[in-house]
T-cell receptor, first 115, second 112 residues
């Protein structure tokens, strides 16, 4: 019953440092994605994956890398953190069926501050 | 260019009354619309959805109405309860993209 698990919950970085936000799901969902939430901006899609070995860019991909080596895991990498990447990050997953709403299940979020 | 718009950043409603949250969209290719609820320091949770071929879907106190000709949907909560105080996101699926496109959210405040 874990659903979508994100780690860490909180992280403070200095400008230029790198780090990886981890995301794991145990629902055998094909689709996984990363969103960032900023005040007044809603949820914006960073990267997504429709299956192991397949990734693609969303609305705001710059400064982030992803990979999908397994169905369960979808880490988000910041190669050189910038203050503009201060945000709350959400990982989400869903089935990928041709019919139905394909409801996204979200993790609890990772709050990142870049100084 | 925002494809899903929630024009009211906040809404205050008295407990027991009806809450109506609105959402407009521009992409006629969206095939599903969803509402998510978000409490502080938690991830969004799914509330209710509606297919583009329907005009109404009801689940307990929550009803979503879709007006395709106006490209408008609304979420009705009756009666409103204190636990309904949260940020509500409207989201749309399809339109040529994988995943969901979200609006900016409406902060609903239920007054006692």
């Amino acid at each position: 019953n874990a659903g979508v698990t994100q780690t860490p919950k909180f992280q403070v970085l200095k400008t230029g440092q790198s780090m990886t936000l981890q995301c794991a799901q145990d629902m055998n969902h094909e689709y996984m994605s990363w969103y960032r939430q900023d005040p007044g901006m809603g949820l914006r899609l960073i990267h997504y994956s429709v299956g192991a070995g397949i990734t693609d860019q969303g609305e705001v991909p710059n400064g982030y890398n992803v990979s999908r080596s397994t169905t369960e895991d979808f880490p988000l990498r910041l190669l050189s953190a910038a203050p503009s990447q201060t945000s709350v990050y959400f990982c989400a997953s869903s089935y990928r069926r041709s019919s139905g709403a394909n409801v996204l299940t979200f993790g609890a979020g990772s709050r990142l501050t870049v100084l | 260019d925002q494809q899903v718009k929630q024009n009211s950043p906040s809404l205050s409603v008295q407990e027991g009354r009806i809450s109506i949250l609105n959402c407009d969209y521009t992409n006629s290719m969206f095939d599903y619309f969803l509402w998510y609820k978000k409490y502080p320091a938690e991830g969004p949770t799914f509330l209710i959805s509606i297919s583009s071929i329907k005009d109404k879907n009801e689940d307990g106190r929550f009803t979503v109405f879709l007006n395709k000709s106006a490209k408008h949907l609304s979420l009705h909560i009756v009666p409103s309860q204190p636990g309904d105080s949260a940020v509500y996101f409207c989201a749309a699926r399809g339109g040529g993209a994988d995943g969901l496109t979200f609006g900016k959210g409406t902060h609903l405040i239920i007054q006692p």
